[in-house]
């Protein structure tokens, strides 16, 4: 047996020199072959579907499932008063896994004589305060501001998670995961809502006397959703 003198090349002479070693490296060499021959193989022909999946968008039906939860609050206004009114956000019940899509207002004077006594009706405004509420303020489908002198109620709306309109849509996404993103952002819906009511009374039978205030209901709905996905074959 050749003296090992610790050279590298003299380590390999002996080794290659040993006929059980090199039998040894054979196998070896051709197992690696052959296992990454078949991996590759089952990549390339068995998982190709799989990986496409994966490599290439897919279209995916949204739908939306929404419940609601509403708030009523009566207030007497005087005369030529201006009130603000806020209405913490953190007050309405969001189940798991639900996000908040848009909130709607309905004003609403509760002035009977104007309709029985012949009273014109009294004005009455409202509008939604743009201030740190997390929302989509900017969005055309708002309605943040609106006036009535004719007892019809006042309907407003605020935009709060974006792009939520509650009508279902496709869209291309890789997989189910990703096309799901774009509706499970945390944090919309956040702060108060802060609403400003004004009066102006317009009275003219004498025999009631002076009209110098007004009841007014504001009804809040907050609408709350929850997205789900399938694949359009």
Not at 105 to 112: A, D, F, L, M, T
Not at 221 to 233: G, Q
Request: proline share 2%; with cysteine.
């Amino acid at each position: 047996m050749a003296k090992d003198s610790g050279d590298v090349r003299d380590v390999l002479t002996n080794l290659y020199s040993n006929s059980t070693a090199n039998r040894y490296i054979a196998a070896t060499v051709l197992a690696l072959v052959v296992v990454f021959s078949y991996t590759g193989y089952d990549t390339l022909v068995y998982r190709h579907d799989v990986i496409q999946n994966y490599a290439e968008d897919n279209e995916w039906l949204v739908t939306f499932e929404t419940v609601n939860d509403t708030l009523q609050q009566t207030v007497v206004l005087q005369d030529e008063e201006s009130r603000d009114l806020e209405f913490d956000m953190a007050g309405f019940s969001v189940p798991d896994d639900h996000r908040i899509g848009y909130v709607e207002v309905r004003i609403v004077g509760e002035e009977s004589a104007g309709l029985l006594s012949g009273n014109q009706c009294d004005s009455i405004a409202g509008d939604i305060v743009r201030n740190e509420l997390t929302a989509q303020w900017d969005d055309p489908s708002n309605n943040l501001s609106g006036q009535d002198s004719s007892c019809i109620p006042i309907d407003l709306r605020l935009s709060v998670y974006p792009e939520f309109d509650g009508e279902d849509r496709t869209v291309q996404s890789i997989n189910e995961y990703q096309a799901l993103m774009d509706w499970t952002e945390e944090g919309w819906g956040e702060g108060f809502l802060v609403l400003t009511l004004e009066l102006d009374t317009n009275s003219n039978t004498p025999v009631l006397g002076v009209d110098d205030d007004e009841e007014i209901t504001i009804d809040i709905n907050v609408v709350m959703f929850r997205a789900s996905v399938e694949a359009i074959d």
